[in-house]
């Protein structure tokens, strides 16, 4: 298969890859919901994040991808205790998926044919310390989005079925992009996701034609392309590496705690979550500048991605939360 | 050109580059379909109601058993060759998405969608966003068939990079006819490119743009542009060239943007105005999530298991056992080596459930002093006999009054009639209409319930002449307003809704909310409450 299409090469559309290389620096954010037209390269940036995340150590031959051998859940019989590089699982969960599929379920083979009782891991075992990523999140049935909620929240998969009893970490980033003309997403699965992000089409026409021109190229002059975004992908790695190594050393003033929580009262934001990811974020993203402290321009830049999707709905809106939250952030914080 | 040719055309392109990724072809079944589908290579048929196991393979059940061993069947989606897709328009987002997903792999896959709808029935979007070309044959009658043309038997693709102007006048002429997706440009560039290498050329001359521009834009258009070109509007005086270079773009010799906008309109259909935003505007309630009654295997109350062997699903395992039991005996005389059960194919049984999905009658009743309190009684009157109706069909029901300033939830949705009963005899009345409020506190209550999982439909009861705004103003134009836009929110949402005119004359402006909402109008003038309660139920058959 074809190398996906380099994520640096991504026109525009700077709050989208800002979102996800944030949750690259910072898994613990939560997650990125991408939801615009369609054709704005929504799939495009999460199939080449995969190519950007640096590999993780895992030990060999383990469905939940542990780092140790202790981590290694018991049902797997996990004896080889030799851990090898992998790149940082970027796992599909398609629509329709049943729930055996993605919670893993006995494995109906083993139990026919030698009367064995085994798990067979689901999806969210290999997604473990890594990105889950759905496509069009917002026509998941509703009994999958409840299997996620709760997985989602507590980090860990627990199966309770055909006799079954098995629990395994799943930590993992979910990733959801869809189409809002399609429908809309439960509000208590939008509050899982870390950050929110609202895709258009470029408007400019330059820069339409710039995207153009790049497709054209990855396709048509595939090697030389790839040879020199790749090495900007690499670039953008080192950032992450370095980024995430800064972010443990970051100093977090008290200023910033004030900051952050009167703009979500401001706000009227739901819950404590908004505030907490909105810290996260904006640390994430000091880091990534290679600044040394917290400021109030780093939380001005990634609050509408963390606080957009928090906000009650206002019915007669049209402009949009994100054009409010930055209203808002003007106010509370000044320009 | 022709639409036939233009469908054989789509349909050689496909075949010289596939990612060009496929043709719908808007036609019902007949001679003239059959003519371009005669035209198809050997395919891969698919079918709107084909699951998960169909699509990706699964265990292969009965070989599993019968062999010991572990045999995989082989997903349709896994075959090469071009996918034709029947009935593509009943197509479910899962079918869409899991091509959509094949398409996106980019390995040679090319799809052949043959939507049959009517009217607003169509492939999903993401489907059609996905492949580079649409011909509508609908108006092509029997004297239309034509052999396809005979087009060489081997081309040779160029793999040259489009030329910037190229480019330039395709993302231009895209955004003029309001294509937002940036995919079309890219089919655009790649079907000039195989229509050039079609005829023998290297490089796409302008009669190859043209051919590319009518055959990928000419269905995307959402707008007819004006006349004139923005670039070519006189500049303001008082702001200077935003970039000195725009100009170019329209004065490129080799590519008239008019040109190519002749082609595109010489593709379109005659009625195309008319058909202009009806694709966005009458959605219709599939794809939100909840739906009225299927009988499934995945969830809902459980049926008892079935046999069938290539069914979706989950294996019963106690009622496979049951069903092997008997026969243990006898196998075991066959095969006295083999220990266990033995479990035969026809044994295999299959989970299904039954998932009913409510239905939620939420009224939104006006009790405003302007619906004359005479009326009042009528409408309460019809309630009550929609609530027996209700009764017997296991609805459940919700109360929502509007008056004052603002609406309020009477009765939480329930299935109880002694309370709604109650609820609706106490109901007061007197004050301003506030329209808006009560659409957006039923709408709300709508979501609610439709997140749950029931199937809402929002009867509203009023004489429709609002005048409070929101905010909570007399002004009742802006209150009229304000009405219109929400109940445009909840025809976004595809809330199913009723507007029942309890006023002494028809009102021209609630007839209009009606139209927004996507409502049935019932107008009463003179009906008693028994007419009232049977023209309801009558429209909320299906």
Known sequence: MKQPFPFSAIVGQDDMKRAMVLTAIDPTIGGVLVFGDRGTGKSTAVRALAALLPPIKAVKGCPVNAERATECPDWANITDKQTHEIPTPVIDLPLGASEDRVTGALDIEKALTNGEKAFQPGLLARANRGYLYIDEVNLLEDHIVDLLLDVAQSGQNVVEREGLSIRHAARFVLVGSGNPEEGELRPQLLDRFGLSVDVASPTDIEQRIEVIKRRDAYENEHAAFMVRWQTEDAMLREQIIAARKALKQLDTPEQSLRDVAELCIALGSDGLRGELTLLKAARAYAAFRDDTALTRGHIRDVAALALRHRMRRDPLDDAGSGTRVARIVAETLGT | ?542
């Not at chain 2, 998960?52 to 062999?67: F, K, M, Q, V, W």
């Not at chain 2, 006898?330 to 266990?340: E, V």
């Not at chain 2, 998932?355 to 309190?373: E, H, K």
């Not at chain 2, 009684?377 to 459940?396: C, M, N, S, V």
């Open chain 2, 1 to 542: 050109m022709d639409p036939l040719l233009r469908a054989h055309t789509a349909l050689a392109l496909l075949a010289i580059d596939p990612l060009l990724g496929g043709l719908v072809v808007r036609a019902r079944a007949g001679a003239v379909r059959d003519a371009v589908m005669a035209a198809v290579p050997p395919h891969t048929r698919l079918h709107p109601t084909m699951g998960t196991e169909a699509l990706d393979g699964s265990i292969d059940a009965s070989a599993t058993l019968s062999s010991g061993t572990l045999t995989q069947t082989q997903g349709l989606l896994s075959q090469s060759g071009p996918f034709v897709l029947a009935m593509a328009e009943r197509a479910e987002p899962y079918l869409a998405a899991r091509i959509s997903a094949t398409l996106d792999c980019q390995e040679g896959h090319t799809l052949i969608a043959l939507d049959e709808g009517i009217e607003d029935e169509a492939l999903p979007p993401a489907l059609s966003d996905r492949v580079a070309f649409h011909v509508d044959l609908e108006g092509s009658a029997l004297s239309n068939i034509a052999p396809a043309p005979n087009w060489p038997d081997t081309v040779l693709l160029g793999h040259s990079p489009a030329q910037a102007e190229t480019i330039d006048a395709f993302v231009t002429l895209a955004v003029r006819l309001g294509i937002v997706s940036l995919r079309a440009v890219g089919f655009a560039l790649r079907a000039a490119q195989a229509h050039a290498a079609l005829n023998g050329r290297v490089e796409p001359v302008s009669e190859d743009i043209s051919v590319a521009v009518a055959l990928v834009f000419a269905h995307r258009a959402t707008q007819l542009p004006s006349q004139e070109p923005p670039a070519e509007e006189p500049p303001q005086d008082d702001l200077p060239p935003p970039q000195p270079d725009t100009e170019d773009t329209t004065s490129s010799d080799s590519l008239p943007q008019d040109i190519l906008l002749d082609a595109v309109l010489a593709a379109l259909p005659p009625d195309m105005l008319a058909k202009l935003g009806a694709g966005t505007a009458a959605r219709s309630a599939t794809g939100s999530g909840a739906g009225r009654k299927k009988i499934g295997n995945r969830r809902g109350r459980p049926l008892p298991a079935r046999d069938g062997g290539n069914a979706q699903g989950r294996v019963d395992l106690i009622a496979t056992l049951r069903a092997a039991i008997p026969w243990q005996t006898l196998r075991k005389q066959d095969a006295p080596h083999r220990t266990g059960p033995i479990i035969r194919h026809s044994d295999l049984r299959r989970k299904r459930y039954v998932d009913m999905s409510d239905r939620l009658l939420i009224f939104a009743v006006d009790a405003s002093g302007s619906a004359a309190m005479a009326r009042m009684g009528e409408a309460k009157g019809a309630i009550e006999l929609l609530l027996a109706e209700a009764y017997a069909r296991r609805d459940h029901v919700a109360l929502v009054a509007f008056r004052g300033t603002g609406a309020e939830v009477l009765l939480e949705p329930t299935r109880s009639l002694v309370q709604t009963k109650r609820k609706l005899a106490a109901l007061p009345g007197g004050g301003a209409t506030p329209l808006a409020a009560g659409l957006i506190t039923a709408g709300e209550l709508a979501r609610q319930a439709r997140r749950k999982g029931l199937t809402p439909t929002i009867i509203t009861l009023t004489d429709g002449r609002a005048n409070m705004t929101l905010d909570a103003r007399a002004d009742r134009p802006q209150a009229m307003a304000d009405a219109q836009t929400v109940a445009r929110t909840l025809r976004q949402d595809q809330i199913e809704a009723m507007v029942i005119d309890t006023g002494r004359r028809p009102e021209r402006s609630l007839a209009d909310i009606a139209d927004i909402l996507g409502a049935i109008y019932l107008a009463l003038p003179r009906a008693d409450a028994r007419s009232l309660s049977a023209a309801v139920t009558s429209a909320l058959e299906p």
